[in-house]
């Protein structure tokens, strides 16, 4: 039996339907994550499972318990929002203790509690400072101080991290993960940001439309997209059409090919390999640490990624290449 087991669940407003026939179970201890461009649903998903929003049809159980229609506090769920969502006018140790308090738990016991979590998240000294007083990914931390200290049997991030600038975001995303594998605590993280979900999950859900497009380890779905909207959207995958799979490669597909970019192998002069395509660099681009060139073959431009080694590398417009592209990293998706 699943820790969460999501059957057919579907949210309508009106004649819209945001989600769409969900099924999906969660095991004890996983960090999962649901992925997918703004609008998809997640969440709408994410709202259901704390109680926040009441599902058109299907069913939510937690350890084998059916709460589709439970209050949400009666859920056991600890959630943090993309806003901080904190009391100004309460301290950091006050936002903490909130819940605990709701709860009716002991002075000494909300103390403790609130004691712990304070050096689980590191905001040691900050007890008595006042949101307004904190920066962005301190506030944050108290939210999620603030969802641990009722020792929740789930917890929930919506996109925790996205008003946060990028090295505070890594760093927190970091901390974040060493809590949840500490505490061995079953999370779902909600994210548009295919980078994010890559480094902290261990299953991936990708989202489209409502539905789940593709689930799998954060390997499997990079490497391995099922459709070409999870090829599209975890990459800069290159994505042929049945014509150009033919014309280039000599494939007969229905679907699309996708190829990733660092897949590509690219010779330059004197590397010779007659069975590799020809083909003429177009244009590049600096991604920093890789050099992302266009390079044009029979008609059809694919993006190949090379390690940026050193200056002299740099390939000139015009400069005639050779492509390597082995069988096994090209993917038919639907
Ligand atoms: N309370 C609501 N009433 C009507 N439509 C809503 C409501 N909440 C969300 N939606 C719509 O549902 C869709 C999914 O929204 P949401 O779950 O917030 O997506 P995401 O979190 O993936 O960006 C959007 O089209 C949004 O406009
Ligand atoms: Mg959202």
Redesign the pocket.
């Given at each position: 039996m699943a820790f969460l087991d999501i059957a057919q669940l579907s949210?309508r407003?009106?004649k819209?339907t945001?989600?769409d026939n969900v099924d999906m179970q969660i095991q004890a201890g996983e960090f999962v994550t649901?992925l997918?461009?703004?609008?998809?649903?997640?969440?709408?998903?994410?709202?259901m499972i704390a109680g926040f929003?009441t599902p058109s049809a299907g069913a939510i159980r937690l350890q084998g318990e059916d709460i589709t229609a439970a209050p949400a506090q009666k859920r056991g769920i600890g959630m943090v929002f993309q806003s901080y969502a904190l009391f100004p006018n309460m301290d950091v140790a006050a936002n903490i203790a909130f819940g605990l308090k709701m709860q009716k738990r002991s002075a000494d016991d909300i103390r403790r509690k609130v004691a712990e979590v304070i050096a689980l998240v590191e905001l040691n000294g900050r007890e008595r400072h006042y949101p307004h007083q904190l920066s962005g990914g301190q506030r944050q931390r108290v939210a999620l101080a603030r969802a641990l200290v009722v020792e929740p049997r789930i917890l929930l991030l919506?996109?925790p991290l996205s008003a946060l600038d990028a090295r505070i975001r890594r760093n927190l995303r970091e901390q974040i993960r060493d809590i949840q594998r500490r505490l061995g605590l079953t999370t779902i993280f909600?994210t548009?940001d295919q980078e994010e979900a890559l480094t902290l999950s261990d299953r991936i859900f990708v989202?489209n439309q409502?539905k789940v497009e593709q689930e799998g380890a954060a390997e499997t779905i990079y490497t391995q997209p099922a459709t070409e909207f999870v090829a599209r959207f975890m990459g800069n995958y290159n994505l042929l059409d049945a014509q150009q799979s033919h014309a280039l490669l000599g494939l007969e597909i229905s679907g699309h090919l996708a190829i990733r970019p660092e897949s590509i192998h690219l010779l330059a002069d004197g590397q010779r390999d007659e069975t590799a395509l020809p083909a003429v660099i177009r244009q590049h681009q600096l991604l920093g640490n890789i050099i992302r060139y266009q390079v044009e073959s029979k008609g059809t431009l694919l993006q190949v990624d090379r390690l940026n080694r050193n200056a002299g590398d740099l390939l000139a417009r015009g400069t005639e290449v050779r492509l390597q592209i082995r069988r096994n990293d090209m993917r038919e998706v639907r």
């Amino acid at each position: 039996m699943a820790f969460l087991d999501i059957a057919q669940l579907s949210k309508r407003y009106g004649k819209q339907t945001v989600v769409d026939n969900v099924d999906m179970q969660i095991q004890a201890g996983e960090f999962v994550t649901f992925l997918g461009p703004s609008g998809c649903g997640k969440t709408t998903l994410l709202r259901m499972i704390a109680g926040f929003e009441t599902p058109s049809a299907g069913a939510i159980r937690l350890q084998g318990e059916d709460i589709t229609a439970a209050p949400a506090q009666k859920r056991g769920i600890g959630m943090v929002f993309q806003s901080y969502a904190l009391f100004p006018n309460m301290d950091v140790a006050a936002n903490i203790a909130f819940g605990l308090k709701m709860q009716k738990r002991s002075a000494d016991d909300i103390r403790r509690k609130v004691a712990e979590v304070i050096a689980l998240v590191e905001l040691n000294g900050r007890e008595r400072h006042y949101p307004h007083q904190l920066s962005g990914g301190q506030r944050q931390r108290v939210a999620l101080a603030r969802a641990l200290v009722v020792e929740p049997r789930i917890l929930l991030l919506d996109e925790p991290l996205s008003a946060l600038d990028a090295r505070i975001r890594r760093n927190l995303r970091e901390q974040i993960r060493d809590i949840q594998r500490r505490l061995g605590l079953t999370t779902i993280f909600v994210t548009h940001d295919q980078e994010e979900a890559l480094t902290l999950s261990d299953r991936i859900f990708v989202m489209n439309q409502g539905k789940v497009e593709q689930e799998g380890a954060a390997e499997t779905i990079y490497t391995q997209p099922a459709t070409e909207f999870v090829a599209r959207f975890m990459g800069n995958y290159n994505l042929l059409d049945a014509q150009q799979s033919h014309a280039l490669l000599g494939l007969e597909i229905s679907g699309h090919l996708a190829i990733r970019p660092e897949s590509i192998h690219l010779l330059a002069d004197g590397q010779r390999d007659e069975t590799a395509l020809p083909a003429v660099i177009r244009q590049h681009q600096l991604l920093g640490n890789i050099i992302r060139y266009q390079v044009e073959s029979k008609g059809t431009l694919l993006q190949v990624d090379r390690l940026n080694r050193n200056a002299g590398d740099l390939l000139a417009r015009g400069t005639e290449v050779r492509l390597q592209i082995r069988r096994n990293d090209m993917r038919e998706v639907r």
